[in-house]
């Protein structure tokens, strides 16, 4: 049942999801370019949770990020699937948020970057971040489970399946000083990540962070991705390898859009799908998605999740189901 839909001021979004007697808050930042793949992301995590899995949101809301029409969207959402959704103020982090980050070369846009490092700052509980461009599958609410959580690092996170380092193919280790230091530890994807706060700040990371900011601002550091690089770099030897079906990157390999469907991913049997990169599903025009379901029928064999390698079919018929499900109630 729906127990509180507080709105405060501000940019964000969390969710706070109970598996058993683990509560924990999972944050995430989107606009209104993102509404679209958000109502999606609510309801993929509504039909494919556990019937005991309660959710709680808290969208935070930050420099208009949210329009107020988007706002009542999402609480009608709450309504209809009997989530509890509030909202939480950002931007206190003020002078690494407005100086030191910049602009993060066009992996996400930059208020979304520092939004995702000021969770980290300002957060004293654990919490999980996840970004908004994912579907999430059966097996997903698995994230709630105690062993999920890292306790004896600061961050849980899946290896990135495009990128084993920072700077992985442009810039040796031998001529940067972020992969000298790094080298040795996985580099993980930070769509998908379990925060310990404690060992966060135990550890010292808000400091780390800050230092290793202003080293990319002067020039110390040639980060591919500002905010990721650098959560990289300063949990090493402090962050848990968590499996990959729990952050499943679903992206073109090559510049011919097919051999997508060739990516590791395609043996997995995934619990999370991460759209990552310029081919975002909700986007594609019609003539697109026809090529992709065409290839998804010449692929079929058998059984729905592990059908065809070919995960944005998976992604178009929640799509379609959810706007199904939207037209009944008059959405």
Request: glycine share 6%.
């Amino acid at each position: 049942m729906i127990e509180s839909a507080n709105l405060v001021s501000s940019v964000g979004f969390m969710i706070i999801g109970r598996f058993g007697r683990l509560e924990m808050k999972l944050k995430v930042f989107f606009d209104d370019n993102y509404l679209a793949p958000f109502k999606t992301f609510l309801y993929s995590a509504y039909c494919n949770k556990k019937p005991e899995t309660k959710v709680e949101i808290v969208v935070g809301l930050w420099r208009g990020n949210l329009s107020p029409e988007s706002i009542a969207v999402i609480m009608k959402y709450a309504e209809k699937l009997k989530f509890d959704i509030s909202f939480e103020t950002l931007g206190t982090w003020a002078p690494i948020l407005e100086e030191n980050i910049g602009n993060p070369d066009g992996h996400i846009p930059a208020d979304s970057a520092k939004a995702r490092l000021e969770y980290f700052v300002t957060s004293t509980e654990d919490f999980i971040y996840i970004d908004v461009d994912i579907l999430l599958l059966p097996g997903w609410d698995e994230i709630f489970q105690p062993q999920m959580v890292p306790r004896d690092h600061a961050v849980a996170a899946v290896p990135d399946s495009m990128t084993s380092k920072i700077n992985n193919v442009r810039f040796p280790p031998a001529e940067n000083k972020a992969n000298a230091e790094a080298e040795m530890d996985f580099y993980f994807n930070c769509g998908f990540m379990i925060v310990n706060s404690q060992a966060w700040h135990e550890s010292g990371l808000t400091e780390k962070l800050t230092q290793v900011l202003e080293e990319f601002t002067r020039g110390d550091h040639s980060f591919d991705w500002v905010d990721q690089d650098a959560l990289n770099l300063i949990t090493v030897g402090n962050k848990k390898a968590l499996d990959r079906t729990f952050n499943a990157m679903i992206h073109p390999w090559t510049e011919e859009f097919g051999n997508t469907f060739f990516s590791p991913e395609r043996s997995l049997q995934p619990k999370i799908l991460h759209f990552v990169g310029a081919h975002k599903p909700w986007n594609m025009d019609n003539e697109l998605r026809e090529y992709l379901l065409r290839i998804a029928r010449d692929n079929y064999r058998g059984g729905f999740i592990d059908a065809i390698g070919n995960w944005y079919h998976m992604y178009f018929f929640h799509e379609n189901q959810r706007i199904l499900w939207e037209q009944n109630w008059g959405a």
